[in-house]
Each structure stands twice: as structure tokens, then as C-alpha cells.
């Protein structure tokens, strides 16, 4: 059974920084995609970034391009998520995912896609104040 654990979170002014981890379990951690989404009060859970098994291909949200890098140690089991120059629309829950589909066409065409994910973690919660 995989097991997602977020961690990382926390309160940090405008214009801080944050790093988030996500530790999984499995020894297939190595094989797949993984991403980051965050889900706001009242509002749908949304694509932050994505990074393939290889961490040759990442993709990100326009909102946090060039703010926010995702990165994995496929020798930890270890998916990062680096924060920077945040801003109070960031504020929000943030979730790691992993699918449990392999094919790298599949990936790039599905990345963004909540329903592209099998497994989550249960959240850290983000707030940047103003």
C-alpha cells in the first residue's frame, strides 16, 4: 500500500520562502509521476507542478512558474516542493499525489488532472500573510 505524507507547512510573510516534502512508502516510488496540488477554502483542488520519474520533465501552474520548483530523490522516496517569493493567493492546502500510470505520453497529457492521480497524501497547510 502506497502512503503519501506531507510535511513543510506553515505560516511565512509575503515574499518568504517554504519547503514542502512529501515522504512515500513502496518501493515503487522510482517508477512514477508525482504532483503537487493545493485546494484554497471554498475552491476546487488545483495543479501546482509535476515532475516525471525521471525528473527529466516538470511542469507547473502559471501562477507559481518560476516562484516554485518541484524536485524528487528517488533514492528517499522524497517529492519536494520549493516555495519562493510566495504570495497571500498561495495560501492554501497543499497535497502530494502519485499516479499509478506509467506511460510518458499519458503523463504529458495528463498531468494537470486531479482524476490523473491515485494516491494522496492528507495535506499541509500553506498560509502567507499580507
Known amino acids: 500500500q502506497v502512503q503519501l505524507v506531507e510535511s513543510g507547512g506553515g505560516l511565512v510573510q509575503a515574499g518568504g520562502s517554504l519547503r514542502l516534502s512529501c515522504a512515500a512508502s513502496?518501493?515503487?516510488?522510482?517508477?512514477?509521476?508525482m504532483g503537487w496540488f493545493r485546494q484554497a477554502p471554498g475552491k476546487e483542488r488545483e495543479f501546482v507542478a509535476a515532475?516525471?520519474?525521471?525528473?527529466?520533465?516538470?511542469y507547473y501552474a502559471d501562477s507559481v512558474k518560476g516562484r516554485f520548483t518541484i524536485s524528487r530523490d528517488n533514492a528517499k522516496n522524497i517529492l519536494n516542493l520549493q516555495m519562493n517569493s510566495l504570495k497571500p493567493e498561495d495560501t492554501a492546502l497543499y497535497y502530494c499525489?502519485?499516479?499509478?500510470?506509467?506511460?510518458?505520453?499519458?503523463?504529458?497529457?495528463?498531468?494537470?488532472?486531479?482524476?490523473?492521480?491515485?494516491?494522496w497524501g492528507q495535506g499541509t497547510q500553506v498560509t502567507v500573510s499580507s
Open positions: 499525489a502519485r499516479t499509478t500510470i506509467g506511460s510518458p505520453t499519458s503523463y504529458s497529457r495528463n498531468y494537470y488532472r486531479v482524476t490523473f492521480y491515485d494516491y
Open positions: 515532475i516525471n520519474w525521471a525528473s527529466s520533465t516538470t
Open positions: 513502496g518501493r515503487t516510488f522510482s517508477n512514477y509521476a
